[in-house]
C-alpha cells in the first residue's frame, strides 16, 4: 500500500525548514523594512539561549534525582555497576576514537590547520553534554566557536 500525504502523520519539516529559508530572503530582500522583524527574532532567540542556559543548570540536579530513587529501588547493586561501568568504559572509548582521531582527521583533510589548537578553544562545550543534554549546550557552543575561534555569526 502506498501512503497518500493525508495518511502521513507526524510534523512537516522540510517545509517548515523550506519556509524559514524563503521569509529570510524575502525579509533580507526588503531592506530598512525587514529589519525590524529580523531584529524581532535575533532578540527572540537571544532570549530563547538565556532561557535554555537557566535549564542547563536546574537539570542535572532533576536528573540527579531521578536516577537516585530508581538506585534505591535495585536490589543488586554490584550488578548495576558492573553493567554500567562496562558501557560508560565503551562509551567513552568510541568517544576518544570519534573525537580525538577520526573528527581531527578529517578537519586536518579539510583545512591543513592543527585541529587540536581548534578543539582547546571548545573544551567547555565538550565537558557540558556529559552533565546534561547535548540538545541543550547548543547556546554554549555557538558562544565558544564565536568568541574563541572568530566563526561568523551567521555560520555558527
Known amino acids: 500500500q502506498i501512503p497518500v500525504g493525508t495518511e502521513i502523520e507526524g510534523m512537516n519539516i ?11 530572503v524575502a525579509l533580507k530582500k526588503l531592506g530598512q523594512e525587514g529589519e525590524d522583524l529580523i531584529r524581532f527574532f535575533n532578540s527572540f532567540n537571544e532570549a530563547t ?11 542535572p540536579i532533576g536528573i540527579m534525582f531521578l536516577v537516585g530513587s530508581k538506585i534505591v529501588e535495585m536490589e543488586d547493586i554490584v550488578l548495576l555497576v558492573t553493567s554500567l561501568g562496562k558501557y560508560i568504559f565503551a562509551s567513552i572509548l568510541g568517544h576518544v576514537i570519534h573525537g580525538g ?3 581531527p582527521l578529517i578537519y586536518f583533510a579539510a583545512t591543513r590547520q592543527n585541529p587540536y589548537r581548534f578543539q582547546s578553544t571548545l ?34
Open 49 to 59: 539561549m538565556v532561557l535554555v542556559t537557566w535549564i542547563m543548570w536546574y537539570v
Open 14 to 24: 522540510l517545509g517548515l525548514v523550506l519556509f524559514a529559508l524563503v521569509l529570510g
Open 101 to 103: 582521531i577520526i573528527l
Open 123 to 156: 573544551i567547555l562545550c565538550f565537558i557540558s553534554p556529559c552533565c546534561i543534554s547535548s540538545s541543550a549546550t547548543l547556546p554554549s557552543m555557538i558562544k565558544c566557536v564565536e568568541e574563541n575561534n572568530g566563526v561568523d555569526k551567521r555560520i555558527s
